[in-house]
């Protein structure tokens, strides 16, 4: 199988208010195309900032990243949003939906980046596919916070991303709706055949997963197959 | 492509509605509003002069002349040009009523004035029939206010010179009153004839003359202008023509219109500050939306379109309504402006002067906004996961900074342009420039000193926590700061100027002045007028002196203004005197004064400081049209003349034998005890009834009222400035609401009372108020000293009733602002707060 992310010797240090932090310190795996990773560990163990470099959202202090056989920390910023536009989607536990826009132009959004000029008719397909065909025209603050996340599903989903990156995507949901979130999660990887890269808490959402890696103290704890 | 995408973004996000942009929207609005009225109420000024051009001038073509009448061959020249010449003379004089006195500026017609327009009388009377004889004696008009100071009714009688005339109507309107400048008295208007044998006007008297021409029509102005400056510009006869009326008055409108605008664009620059400091609350607001994008695949460049959309839209909505105000309100308050005015006014919408406000306004808020704009770059996708949004470099992109200085050049440029003078746009551009440094580093002393000092404050809650949040991570202390202390300077720099300058002539010259000046006093009146005063002992000193009048037409045999540029010197006639000795108060700077049986060629001592501006040197030619006839003299020395004691004071002073045989009168000025001056006047306007007295006090008043008249329409303009200040004020107070409300929140968890709260914000905005107002104060200072001891010359001292009013006018504004929102972080509960905050 090929590697479809590959991390070496990844580290990542930030500077905060205390000085330069560690973040993550010589992580090194491959995820492999259509299969599904989850991230586990206790808060600070660094998951989402794993995610985040992945996702080419965050630059890294040493080693290499490749996604899709790019090396993603040799592109410049407009070079990792383009990138990131035509080949990921990424789902956040707070949803990040644009306040100002409609369930539609929130979905349409990244195919009309894109320049794709159906991006409002398929925007409408996905929305019907994750349920919310009568919801098209509603703004985020009109919906709940299942229906958010259900339309950031759709807009992470909506350009046919090779990778899905999902940061704890059920953290701010109650336990149906969050069931359920993830039922559709990976019913869309599935459909698409996306490698799917999930951050979460639970053991039962890891273990549905095809591999887990357990980071402890911003390293590589664990890993299973 | 990118560009069609932010638009439909930038669209979606307007549909949020302009909450946040209330603030954003006034300052460019009143910005803008202020510099179109400044502009309109100017324009339709010019327009009322072109249009009442003939009429102000009292004909087509005006030539005028300096004490003498046109010669036969002056005279035969405009009769083949024009259709009808009306002769006019103006000249001061004395109105006499029994022992009452009157300072007068006479209009002695012929029976064709006006050529153009008509003469407003009370009651409404034919001008001819006013001015003609009635019962024996001839009519007179003249206004009210020397009338009532004469306490004269219609029909009553009074003196000018030697001659009576009878008062038959009230002067209310006189068409061509504006064209005339300055003048120190009232306006009589009589009959040129009337005064034959008034002893005024006689040979050596002060007086110009004034040939209104109507020419027929179509005729070529310029042709006859030229012609007629080549065939008489050397004999001292000068054109005007309808199309510019009245020239002084229209440049002291253009002048002080472009200068209102500069003021105008202080306020703009303050209005700047709040635009940018809106548009970084609302950036601030927007960093999830923009990292969501990012995320999304946006690249930075549809990221800052989206937002320059945004802002460009609204941008444009605050110049539209800055506009439509600036355009409106001076039609709405024409009738109230045209009332106060001396000169007519054609109020319309003038495209020309709204076109350059939204100019100045579109570049005000792209030089503002492109800074936190550029910002939008910086946000990166990552800020979803942690505070990274500023991460990276506070400045921008050089780009961005190269953009925003060639912006700030280009505006410069299209000021100069707009308002035609560069160095005054210079120095109001370094000024602003300058004081918004000054305003920012004083900003953030008080917070380093507030940091410094809070230990101190221990034990006092409020006092620790409102010196605690001045110098905490917040930007309140700029923009307070900021937002104030600009309009703050302006008025502290305008009020110390004027109270100097004010103060200068109300007060300080009165001491050093003479009471009165004597002119027109004939050369064989002399001997008894000195004789007189000589006797009076309330009199402490007497100066006199021959005088002239002409125009400096060549230097070195070339055009004088090709050697000496526009110098005031060159503008208009010139006093001109002769003295054997170098007179007893006058110090010679260099060369030497003439011998006292000198004959030889003329020589002329000039006035040493005129003479480096002019580039005269020593032995260098001046030659000075008098009576028509050309006075060639070469330089022989310089001398110092102080014209800042109102005493007497020649910019040239010939040889005698250059001079003597030209006919002259004598000016004398006079310094008694104040208690005698009615006295002294009495007298020797009875002796001589053709001399004039003109009060120094009176003159002074009057030149105290112009100033006091342009100082007021400075600070007009510096209102506005501290208006849209106070606004910024205002949005930077409620940028800050929602934080002072989880503080109080805290606070009031931790057990603080409401009042010790409210005694920390107030606390605060008097310490920022306080400070806003002591820079301007140090900047008010500064201008008023510099201006008042480089360009008026004068002595300096501090206004402190205008320093006392700008101090607490910052800490009242600031206070004011402040505590408006208050309210909220003290009366919410703070259950609510923190709940909303978890």
């Avoid at chain 2, 905005?765 to 900047?779: D, E």
């Amino acid at each position: 199988m090929t590697a479809i992310l590959s991390l070496k010797d990844a580290t990542l240090s930030l500077d905060g208010n205390a000085g330069r932090v560690d973040i993550l310190h010589g992580i090194s795996l491959d995820v492999e195309k259509g299969r599904s990773l989850a991230l586990v560990g206790p808060s600070g163990s660094g998951k989402s900032s794993l995610l985040m470099l992945m996702g080419g959202l965050e630059r890294l202090s040493g080693g290499t990243i490749t996604a899709l056989g790019q090396d993603l920390t040799a592109m410049n910023e407009d070079a990792l949003a383009r990138f990131r536009r035509a080949s990921m989607g990424i789902v956040f536990q707070s949803f990040h939906l644009i306040p100002t826009m409609t369930a539609l132009e929130n979905v349409a959004t990244p195919l009309e980046l894109a320049g794709d000029k159906d991006a409002f008719a398929k925007a409408e397909v996905e929305l019907e596919t994750v349920g919310l065909s009568h919801r098209i025209s509603h703004y985020p603050s009109q919906m709940s916070g299942g229906e958010q996340q259900r339309v950031a599903l759709a807009r992470a989903m909506v350009v046919r991303p090779q990778i899905l990156l999902a940061d704890e995507p059920t953290g701010n949901l109650d336990e149906t709706n969050g069931n359920a979130i993830m039922e559709l999660l990976f019913e869309l990887q599935a459909r698409d055949g996306a490698t799917l890269v999930l951050v979460t808490h639970s053991n039962a959402l890891a273990s549905r997963c095809d591999s887990v890696i357990r980071l402890r103290e911003n390293r590589i704890d664990e890993s299973q197959t | 492509m990118s560009i069609a995408l932010a638009s439909r973004f930038a669209r979606r996000e307007l549909r949020g509605g302009l909450r946040g942009f209330r603030i954003f929207l006034a300052c460019l609005a009143l910005g803008v509003a202020a510099i179109a009225a400044v502009g309109t109420v100017r324009a339709s000024i010019e327009a009322g002069l072109a249009r009442e051009g003939a009429a102000l001038l009292g004909g087509d073509a005006e030539l005028e002349l300096t004490y003498r009448f046109a010669s036969e061959q002056e005279r035969a020249w405009m009769a083949q040009n024009a259709e009808q010449v009306s002769e006019v003379a103006d000249f001061r004089s004395m109105a006499v009523v029994g022992d009452e006195r009157g300072l007068t500026q006479v209009k002695a017609v012929d029976t064709f004035y006006p050529l153009i327009g008509e003469v407003g009388l009370e009651p409404a009377l034919p001008i001819a029939l006013a001015l003609g004889e009635q019962s024996v004696l001839p009519g007179a008009v003249m206004e009210r206010v020397l009338k009532d100071r004469l306490g004269l009714e219609i029909g009553g009688v009074f003196k000018l010179g030697t001659q009576e005339f009878r008062l038959t109507a009230v002067l209310v309107d006189e068409p061509d009153g504006a064209g005339g400048g300055f003048g120190l008295g009232p306006r009589i208007i009589v009959l040129r004839d009337a005064l034959k044998g008034s002893g005024l006007l006689e040979s050596g008297t002060l007086f110009s003359s004034k040939y209104r021409l109507r020419l027929p029509e179509n005729s070529n102005l310029d042709a006859l202008s030229k012609e007629a400056d080549e065939a008489f510009a050397q004999s001292g006869l000068r054109w005007r023509d309808g199309r510019n009326g009245a020239p002084g008055v229209a440049q002291f409108v253009d002048r002080l219109g472009a200068f209102l605008v500069l003021v105008g664009l202080s306020g703009l620059a303050v209005g700047g500050v709040g635009v940018s400091a809106a548009v970084n609350s609302y950036l601030k607001g927007k960093t999830s939306v923009i990292a969501t994008l990012r995320t999304l695949g946006a690249e930075r460049a549809v990221i800052f379109q989206t937002y320059f959309i945004q802002i460009g839209v609204l941008s444009l909505l605050g110049i539209a309504i800055g506009l439509a105000l600036g355009a409106a309100a001076p039609l709405a308050l024409a009738p109230l402006i045209t009332e106060r005015l001396p000169i007519p006014a054609a109020f319309a919408i003038y495209p020309k002067p709204l076109f350059e406000a939204a100019v100045y306004g579109v570049f005000t808020a792209l030089i503002f906004t492109t800074w936190p704009l550029s910002r939008t770059e910086n946000i990166r996708a990552a800020t979803l996961f942690r505070d990274a949004g500023q991460s990276g470099a506070r400045l921008p992109a050089v780009r961005y900074i190269i953009a925003t200085a060639a912006l700030v050049a280009a505006l410069l440029a299209l000021a100069s342009w707009f308002s035609g003078t560069t160095f005054l746009t210079l120095w109001t551009a370094g000024g602003i420039m300058g004081a918004l440094v000054l305003l920012v580093l004083a900003a953030h002393l008080i917070r380093f000193v507030a940091r410094k000092i809070a230990p101190w404050a221990r034990g006092r809650a409020s006092l620790r926590w409102a010196l605690g949040s001045i110098s905490g991570p917040r930007e309140e202390a700029v923009s307070v700061v900021l937002s104030l202390g600009l309009g703050l300077s302006v008025l502290a720099a305008v009020g110390q100027i004027d109270g100097n300058l004010r103060g200068a002539i109300a007060r300080d010259l009165p001491s050093v002045a003479p009471s009165y000046f004597f002119v027109d006093i004939q050369k064989d009146q002399m001997p008894s007028y000195l004789e007189r005063l000589n006797n009076e002992p309330a009199v402490s000193r007497i100066d006199s002196a021959p005088m002239l009048r002409g125009i400096i037409t060549q230097i070195n045999g070339k055009p004088a203004s090709e050697i000496a540029g526009d110098h005031w010197v060159l503008e208009g006639d010139r006093g001109i005197t002769y003295s054997t000795e170098l007179p007893d108060n006058t110090r010679l700077l260099d060369g030497t004064w003439w011998a006292p049986d000198y004959a030889g060629p003329p020589l002329v001592s000039f006035a040493a400081e005129e003479a480096e501006e002019m580039n005269i040197a020593l032995g260098d030619t001046v030659t000075v049209n008098i009576l028509g006839r050309d006075f060639t003299a070469t330089v022989s020395s310089f001398r110092e003349v102080d014209f800042s004691t109102a005493g007497i004071g020649f910019i040239m002073s010939m040889n005698p034998s250059a001079l003597s045989g030209a006919p002259h009168s004598f000016i004398s000025t006079v310094y008694a005890t104040p208690e005698s001056e009615a006295r002294i006047l009495r007298d020797l306007s009875t002796t001589f009834p053709n001399i004039t007295a003109i009060r120094v006090g009176d003159a002074i008043e009057r030149v105290a009222s112009v100033l006091a008249g342009l100082a007021a329409a400075v600070s007009y303009g510096a209102a506005a400035t501290l208006l849209t200040g106070f606004l910024v004020l205002i949005g930077a107070s409620a940028a800050g609401e929602q934080a002072r409300t989880f503080e109080a929140a805290i606070l009031r968890t931790l057990g603080a009372t409401r009042r010790s709260i409210l005694t920390s914000f107030a606390l605060r905005a008097a310490i920022l108020g306080g400070c806003a107002g002591a820079v301007a104060l140090g900047a008010g200072i500064l201008g008023g000293w510099a201006v008042s001891t480089f360009i008026m010359e004068t002595s300096y001292e501090v206004i402190w009733s205008n320093a006392l009013t700008i101090v607490l006018g910052g800490i009242l504004a600031t206070m004011l602002s402040g505590l408006a929102f208050a309210w909220r972080p003290l009366t919410v509960r703070p259950a609510q707060i923190l709940r909303s905050q978890e």
